[in-house]
């Protein structure tokens, strides 16, 4: 499938790979780890979703309540990009890409595939770079895996999201009435 999407022409980057440990902005140690076997995280991000703040919601996702956030988990599981960022045990951050088709043995090829961005951050923890160090550790994860093309949405009068994705490299594509897509090559 050939791609849809206006894209930058100069890839943005580099970006760091995970594993690493930092130290957010409010003196916090976050660990930031890529998430290959997405079952082995699977039970601490649902429980991260469920403590989740239905008002923060965007798109209607995260779901609400744990079967259904368990359910919209376990049906994209298979096919995403996954990274966690944890404080101590407790996942408080999740950054996926999810590929952009309806034939999944493209997703084993790479066959010219763009890869929606989804990002989250438990209210607790914002505003301290967790965000921004997840969503670099995405992108550095991305380029590992022969990922080059990312795009997402979010809501135009979301300017704290807005302003984090256009640091680090993506460019708006376009608009429609609530939302403003933007895209970054890697």
């Given amino acids: 499938m050939a ?9 943005a980057g580099p970006f760091p790979a995970p ?6 902005g409010a003196d916090r140690q976050i660990e930031i780890l ?11 991000v649902v429980e ?11 798109q209607g996702i995260p779901p609400t309540g744990e ?5 919209w988990l376990e049906t994209i599981a298979d096919e995403t990009v996954n990274v966690v960022a944890r404080h101590g045990e407790d ?12 034939d999944p043995a493209s997703i084993e090829d790479n066959a010219d595939i763009e890869w929606e961005l989804a990002i989250f951050v438990l209210q607790a923890y914002q505003r301290a770079g967790i965000g921004t160090m ?18 997402l949405t979010v809501e135009r009068w979301n300017n704290p999201a807005i302003a984090l994705y256009e640091r680090v ?14 895209a970054i090559r890697l």
């Fill in 3 to 11: 791609g849809t999407r206006p894209y930058p022409e100069e890839p």
């Fill in 19 to 24: 594993p690493t440990t930092l130290e957010d």
């Fill in 34 to 44: 890529a998430s290959d076997d997405f079952e082995d995280t699977l039970d601490d």
């Fill in 48 to 58: 991260m979703y469920d403590q989740f703040d239905p008002t923060d919601r965007a």
């Fill in 67 to 71: 079967e259904r956030i368990r359910n």
């Fill in 91 to 102: 996942v408080i951050g999740h950054a996926m890409l999810v590929p952009d088709t309806d």
């Fill in 134 to 151: 997840l969503l670099e550790h995405l992108l550095g994860h991305a380029n590992t895996v022969s990922i080059d093309r990312v795009w």
């Fill in 169 to 182: 490299g993506f460019e708006s594509t376009g608009t429609e009435s609530f939302e403003q897509e933007m």
